[in-house]
């Protein structure tokens, strides 16, 4: 049976609140607990939502313009939710001379969605990334945490269907 | 096997000596072993499946007993990883998939036959030793010398190979200023790009009254293409564990930071443990080998600004705030973290400290030229056949990386240039290959040492392309604070944007110019201060590429989407192919019959040209 959505991330978010209350507060004693707090809060939820900000705000007492001001200087904090998965195609200078941006072409095409976007099957984030350290390897794009070498644009369509068939492959072991 | 069963709290210097002996004479350290490279790069290409396959077939064999499975750091060569190395006779194997190494097994290690196949071709011959191969012989693994050797999650490994040493020798028998006056007598310069003597930093710090003070490791490795950092961070943290803990003691800090960049998770996992041991068994914690010294490090974690890696910035970020430079002076020596005096030097300088406390400033001085001192580790990457991770004495010249050890350009086209110091660096074209990678020899050439990002380029790279590319970089990454470096590169990549759209003037390079001094001169932190450099460094070496573009509206390299023509050859058979992708609807023709296509109609996509089989259609 479908969950009843209670946060835009789509999870039961009293659950993740709670939860991300007890983590706030292990962090508080700490001298520049706002950035971690922040990392933790990204992993949980996978975005940073508005009920988490005021939280943070709350409980560390810092201004809700200094922790709105942080998560937009730093680009792994999203204020959106992301797809399942997080695709990033590595534009660093490695990467970049050996055709990354072939391959940046090829997913916005495969995936009809821009840099930033998500598909609508809230399947796929697109990003870009400066350099990975795989850099022998070029080009590099990772999807969430796996890497994906010497890629090519014709690569790009296989790696897609192998992660929509990951999520079936998901899907049917929870049924 | 494992030889962490021998470790206990170590409570002094006697007993670190004496559980190096133990370790060295146990059956496990003696043990012949199997090298599986578990390095980022071999990891990605599959090297734990290759180890588990020698699990099984190890034990389907019944040698489990005697033959050891160490997973190393970062072997080097990561272009031709899984790499695995047959600890007994040497032998180095390439590309090695799980479905090899029952025939390794099998042939070589039961057999004695060593398999053809996966050696690494040189010249066409085949070289099984790794010591014999040229991408090794001609390297000096100094700082790299337990990558490659150890298992980074075991400090039994490090503490077998000598580590820990140096700290217990600084903690019992140096003062704090002969540590400082050690470290000056080496001739170290930091390694995170701007070449500071290390001894001067520490010497600034120790002298200040405080006491309260931070030692910082910079693990934020910015520079986009490279990875020397992220190596050692993964192939041997205990070392940088071990620098800190020295450089803490020098200048009477108690608390250490390691800032990592998000973007390196394994390196952040295996430093975790590397503390988590080392706490373990004493060696950072309280009251370290007994002498009353005590040192905490925790780790903070990036999250992807390439400004937090300058030092100003990266203070601020610890301190939980937006990551924007402050202006110096004062210096982070004077007043850093929370306003205390506060040391921050880079992943590969703190990793040179155990080296130099054991060999002596001296002996450690031996090493590379005049003015700079030691190794210097570096990335390679890009068009070079061995892509990897290299270690040379500083002042070695730029040929022998690319070509000796690099084995030369991967593609049938010629060196053009090589891009060092990333977006604070230059391009060295190839009449100055034989320049010597050192501070003074690279400033000359209007590049930079960096830390060490080395990129290969061959000719079909365009280097008003490059310039445009590396001012997105800094335009993308500039945090916002200051002026010339927020609105001047975003003047000077519309200036180079327009030059490749072939819309350039001739005026246009003076102005490039003249932005460029503005820039330097007037920014708040070394990202705009440096930030013109790839500009300048093209426009130097190149500038015949730049007037091509201005004047003939021509990109030799075709790279420059607008300055493209594609072109459809007789030899076309008229398989319509290319008709059908065009989403434009720019190319014409009749069935077999040669196409043409409407270059007022083309936007330059490229489907053509990837769709065709016959190779009827080219680009220029
Ligand atoms: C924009 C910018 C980015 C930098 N990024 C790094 C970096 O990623 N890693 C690093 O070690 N140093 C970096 N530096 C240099 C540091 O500011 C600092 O000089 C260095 O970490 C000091 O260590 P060292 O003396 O051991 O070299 C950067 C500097 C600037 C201006
Ligand atoms: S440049 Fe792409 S991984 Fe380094």
């Known amino acids: 049976m479908a969950k009843v959505e209670k946060c835009s991330c789509g999870n039961d978010d009293e659950g993740l609140l709670e939860r991300l209350e007890e983590i706030i507060i292990s962090f508080k004693e700490k001298p520049g607990a706002l950035i971690p707090v922040l990392q933790a809060t990204q992993s949980l939820f996978g975005f940073i939502p508005q009920e988490a900000i005021l939280k943070i705000s709350e409980i560390l007492n810092e201004p809700l313009s200094k ?20 695709i990033r195609v590595c ?39 400066r350099c990975f350290g795989a850099c022998g390897l070029a080009p590099i794009i990772m999807v969430n945490d796996d890497v994906h070498q010497w890629v090519k644009p014709s690569d790009v369509k296989k790696i897609i269907s192998s992660y929509k068939k990951q999520k079936e492959v998901n899907k049917e072991e929870a049924i | 096997m494992d030889i962490n069963k021998y470790m206990h709290v170590l409570k002094n210097a006697e007993d670190l000596t004496t559980l190096c002996d133990t370790l060295l004479k146990s059956k496990e350290y003696n043990s012949e072993k199997i090298y599986i490279c578990a390095g980022g790069g071999c990891i990605a290409s599959g090297s734990m499946k290759v180890k588990d396959a020698f699990v099984s077939q190890l034990s389907n064999a019944k040698l489990d007993g005697t033959l050891e499975i160490m997973e190393t750091g970062c072997l080097g060569p990561c272009a031709i990883g899984p790499v695995v190395v047959i600890g007994k006779d040497d032998t180095f194997y390439q590309k090695v998939r799980a479905q090899d190494v029952k025939e390794i097994v099998e042939q070589h ?9 996966l050696l690494h071709p040189v010249d066409e011959q085949k070289v099984s030793k790794k010591s014999e191969l040229p991408f090794f012989k001609n390297q000096d693994k100094q700082v790299l010398r337990n990558c490659g050797k150890i298992n980074p999650t075991k400090i039994a490994d490090y503490i077998a190979c000598g580590g820990y040493k140096a700290l217990s020798k600084v903690l019992t028998s140096m003062s704090s200023e002969q ?40 693990a934020d490795e910015g520079d986009p293409g ?14 940088i564990i071990e620098g800190m803990a020295i450089g803490a003691f020098a200048i009477g800090s108690s608390t250490g930071y390691v800032y990592v960049r998000a973007e390196y998770p394994l390196a952040i996992e295996r430093l975790q443990i590397a503390i988590d041991q080392a706490q373990e068994f004493g060696l950072i914690g309280k009251n370290i080998f007994g002498t009353g010294f005590n040192f905490d490090l925790e780790i903070r974690k990036g999250s992807g600004a390439f400004v937090c890696g300058e030092e100003t910035a990266l203070i601020t970020s610890i301190e939980g705030n937006r990551g924007e430079p402050r202006p110096r002076p004062p210096f982070p020596a004077e007043k850093g973290l929370w306003n205390k005096p506060t040391v921050l030097n880079n992943v590969e300088t703190f990793s040179n400290i155990p080296l130099l406390i054991n060999k002596g400033g001296a002996q450690f001085a031996e090493i590379g030229t005049e003015k700079s001192k030691g190794t210097k580790i570096f990335a390679l990457a890009g068009t070079v056949k061995i892509s990897g991770l290299v270690e040379v004495p500083v002042g070695t010249p730029l040929r022998k990386l690319v070509y000796d050890i690099g084995g030369g350009i991967s593609t049938n086209k010629k060196y053009k240039a090589a891009q060092i110091g ?6 060295i074209p190839a009449e100055h290959l034989d320049v010597p990678l050192d501070y003074e020899s690279l400033n000359k050439l209007g590049a930079i040492m960096g830390s060490g990002g080395l990129i290969v380029m061959d000719e079909s790279s365009c280097m008003v392309d490059v310039a445009r590319f590396f001012l997105e970089f800094v335009q993308d990454e500039s945090c916002g604070k200051c002026v010339p470096c927020r609105e001047g590169t975003a003047r000077m990549k519309q200036i180079v944007d327009r030059i490749c759209e072939g819309k350039g003037e001739m005026k246009d390079i003076d102005e490039l110019e003249k932005l460029a001094s503005t820039v330097t001169n007037a920014s708040l932190c070394g990202l705009g201060q440096t930030a013109p450099n790839p500009v300048l460094s093209t426009l130097r070496h190149f500038k015949e590429e730049y007037i091509e573009h201005i004047r003939d509206k021509k990109c030799r390299t075709a790279v420059c989407k607008d300055l493209i023509v594609f072109e459809i050859l007789d030899k076309c058979n008229g398989c319509q192919a290319c008709k059908k992708v065009c989403p ?13 296509i409407n270059t007022e109609l083309c936007i330059r996509c490229g489907l053509c040209l990837s769709t065709c089989k016959f190779e009827a259609i080219v680009k220029y």
């Open chain 2, 109 to 117: 290690l039961i057999g004695g036959k060593i398999i053809e196949n």
């Open chain 2, 226 to 239: 490279a990875f020397m950092d992220r190596s050692i961070l993964e192939g041997d943290p205990h070392s």
């Open chain 1, 67 to 86: 922790v709105y001001g942080v998560i937009t200087f730093y680009s792994f904090f999203s204020l959106k939710p992301r797809g399942k998965y997080l």
């Open chain 1, 91 to 129: 534009l660093g200078t490695a990467c970049y001379v050996q055709g990354a941006n072939e391959i940046l072409t090829a997913l916005k095409q495969q995936l009809s969605i821009e840099i930033g976007e998500t598909s609508p099957d809230k399947l796929f984030t697109l990003d870009v990334g």
């Open chain 2, 584 to 596: 434009v609807e720019a190319i014409h023709g009749e069935k077999k019959q040669a196409h043409i």
């Open chain 2, 422 to 427: 990333g977006p604070s660096g230059g391009c």
């Open chain 2, 179 to 218: 540590v400082v006056q050690e470290v000056t007598v080496s001739g170290l310069r930091g390694r995170g790009g701007a070449g500071f003597p290390t001894g001067t930093k520490w010497n600034f710090a120790r002298k200040s009254q405080d006491t309260e003070k931070y030692i910082l490791c910079n």
